[in-house]
Nanobody
Framework: QVQLVESGGGLVQPGGSLRLSCAASGSIFEIYAMGWYRQAPGKQRELVASITRNDNSNYTDSVKGRFTISRDNAKNTVYLQLNSLKPEDTAVYYC?????????????WGKGTVVIVST
């Protein structure tokens, strides 16, 4: 089993930056991909960025060029650098890990961290 703990959210002005962290513990060996999702008020949860075991990364179009996902294997931590923040980035950001096996994947979720972009 995998446990995920997010940190780094907060209130920031438009154009500002935040760095979100997701620390994983437990059965780290079973994780083959991790990502960041977000859910804004009244909207569906959406995948923001993902990174695989071989370091392939993908981003939703609205954050390309502004957000960067990375990982530190020694610390079992995945980061999301949020730059040039816009009010529409306001959401609860959730860390996700896919583990288990390729035939029977298991999703793990953190509790979320709130990002508010506002004056």
């Amino acid at each position: 089993q995998v446990q995920l703990v997010e940190s780094g959210g907060g209130l920031v002005q438009p154009g500002g930056s935040l760095r979100l962290s997701c620390a994983a513990s437990g059965s780290i060996f079973e994780i083959y991909a991790m990502g960041w999702y977000r859910q804004a008020p009244g909207k569906q949860r959406e995948l923001v960025a993902s990174i695989t075991r071989n370091d392939n990364s993908n981003y939703t179009d609205s954050v390309k060029g502004r957000f960067t996902i990375s990982r530190d294997n020694a610390k079992n931590t995945v980061y999301l650098q949020l730059n040039s923040l816009k009010p529409e980035d306001t959401a609860v950001y959730y860390c996700n890990a896919e583990g288990g096996t390729a035939w029977s994947p298991v999703d793990y979720w953190g509790k979320g961290t709130v990002v508010i972009v506002s004056t």
